[in-house]
């Protein structure tokens, strides 16, 4: 049955139905007018059926015609899909890809800065993993991925397996709405009972927080906790509460206003690390990885 149409004559079927018109339909596929009226009679022969209801030189799809069309626009759509993503397939296999994880204790804006460098080259194409750690170091492990960055994880979180390089030591400051912004002068004596808004107990950066307060004598009252940073900024900006950020992930909450630079927190230790397999074959991912290290 396949064998007896000839697809050539669909498609022009197809251009003539969705243009609206023969005149216009030429224009699109660059024959006459007379040819292409004669392509759709063979097609019409062909199913047996006309395709369109004919006044003058006025054409109108009837209910054949439309049924017909329901099908040509999935076949031509698919057609189409076919030839760009096989173009896209040969344009990515000339260059070099990595699949990046990024931890949600990586804040978005921070982490399209550190792999700004990455993007603008030519030559090369990223893929970005966002999900849970655990699930990012199991990927690692099956090579799923090339490299994850996160802020520096607990030593359970890691295995002897995974090589972990140092890229960035952010900044930490401590950050509050408006109203919290007038009540504390004194860091950290003026942060004792006030609602913080923390990260999660097995984050690293959390455990420095802690023993600080704890030395400190200092006592906050935790109302949420979380890793995601773009989390912990939308819950500082709207349930008055403080909260340890990086000072480069909330640079737009503070230039508008929405958030307060209250202090820094400067007795941290915590790093952006990238986190790689030791026994990796490809000496492309740690030349990535300088790479960012640079631009930063």
Avoid: W
Avoid at 267 to 286: F, M, P, Q, R, V
């Amino acid at each position: 049955m396949l064998n007896d149409i000839n697809f050539n004559h669909l498609y022009y079927f197809f251009v003539i139905a969705t243009e609206g018109s023969l005149a216009k339909a030429t224009k699109v596929l660059n024959v006459s007018q007379p040819t292409l009226s004669q392509q759709l009679k063979q097609l019409e022969k062909q199913m047996g059926k006309s395709l369109f209801n004919r006044t003058g030189r006025a054409l109108q799809l009837n209910d054949h015609g439309e049924y017909i069309l329901d099908f040509a626009k999935k076949m031509f759509f698919q057609a189409e899909l076919m030839v760009s993503s096989f173009s896209y397939r040969q344009q990515m296999k000339s260059k070099s890809h990595f699949r990046i994880g990024i931890t949600s204790s990586v804040s978005r804006t921070y982490a399209s800065r550190l792999l700004k460098p990455l993007f603008e080259k030519s030559d090369m194409s990223v893929s970005i993993i966002e999900i849970e750690t655990e699930r990012l170091i199991e990927k690692l492990h099956a090579r799923e991925v090339d490299f994850i960055l996160s802020e520096t994880l607990s030593e359970h979180q890691l295995s002897d397996a995974i090589k972990v390089i140092d890229v960035k030591k952010p900044e930490y400051i401590y950050v509050c709405d408006e109203k919290f912004a007038k009540k504390v002068v004194v860091i950290p004596k003026d942060l004792d009972g006030l609602p913080y808004f923390k990260y999660t107990p097995l984050n690293h950066l959390q455990r420095e927080v802690d023993k600080y307060f704890y030395d400190s004598g200092i006592l906050p009252d935790v109302v949420g906790e979380t890793d995601n940073i773009d989390i912990m900024l939308a819950a500082t900006e709207t349930n008055n509460c403080f909260s340890i950020v990086p000072k480069i992930s909330v640079k737009e909450e503070l230039v508008a206003g929405r958030l307060f630079h209250i202090g820094n927190f400067s007795y941290s230790k915590t790093k952006i690390c990238a986190l790689i397999l030791d026994d990796h074959t490809n000496n492309g991912i740690e030349e990535v990885i300088n790479e960012i290290k640079s631009s930063v």
